[in-house]
């Protein structure tokens, strides 16, 4: 079982879980070029949607004009984005979160997670290892801790230094809604998080969905150095994932 990161930022999120030469794309929000390339010559057994922003679909209508495969979403997100991004309907595979469902080898279960989205998931999806996938998290919820619990690798969402955020030139709107209880998690919450819910299975922690504007890689792998440490587990292998 591989992790293969193609983008994770504001502009683009897109990742791929591969076992035997299956492959789940997680996201689908950079070009198909991209995706294509990381598939190289693995087949693609499913596409999972964590919500309906277009940073996660914006390349998903003509990913699948080009590769037939099911598409994995709640009702609540497969609508929206039939409405915004022209998807058509029999293109979706809905399933109830909490629900358990296999993809290719893989056992997948959403969970909800607080986002200003029509009705935002996080996955764990558990093959060969339990890896944990959480980004765009407005408040660090206990429930999504036990998920993370659980995995051997995952992706958490890290995306804002605090004061950065508060001292940048954005619009105090925005300032409000990447701060507030729906938007997105800061290097401290995804802190708080690890802290309190990485258990002796986590062997690998990526960083992701970082902002440009209001971040810094050595930032967040600073805080979260810091807080591995003062758990024990500085044996974590821990990284940052790419921008676009």
Known sequence: MTFIPIASSSSGNSCIIEQDGEAVLIDCGV????????????????????????????????LLRRINAPVYANAATAEAVMRQEGVKGEAFSCFENGQEFKVGPFTVKAFPIPHDAA????????????????????????????QLAEAEVA????????????????APSLKQ??????????NDQACELVGKFASARLRKLQLAHL??????????????????????????????????
């Open 155 to 170: 992706t958490l969402e890290s995306n804002h230094d605090t004061v950065m955020l508060k001292t940048s030139s954005r």
């Open 177 to 186: 809604r990447v701060g507030g209880p729906r938007g997105h998690l800061s």
């Open 31 to 62: 070009s198909f070029k991209r995706v294509k390339a990381a598939l190289g010559g693995l087949h693609l057994a499913g596409v999972l949607i964590t919500h309906n922003h277009s940073d996660h679909v914006s390349g998903l209508e003509l």
């Open 119 to 146: 009705d935002p998931v996080g996955f764990t999806v558990r093959g060969e290892f339990t890896y944990f996938h959480g980004t765009d998290i407005g408040t660090p919820l206990n429930y999504i801790g036990l």
């Open 211 to 244: 902002s440009r504007e209001c971040n810094a890689p050595h930032l967040a792998l600073e805080a979260m150095r810091e807080t591995l440490e003062s758990i024990g587990r500085s044996d974590v292998e821990l990284c940052v994932l790419q921008a676009v």
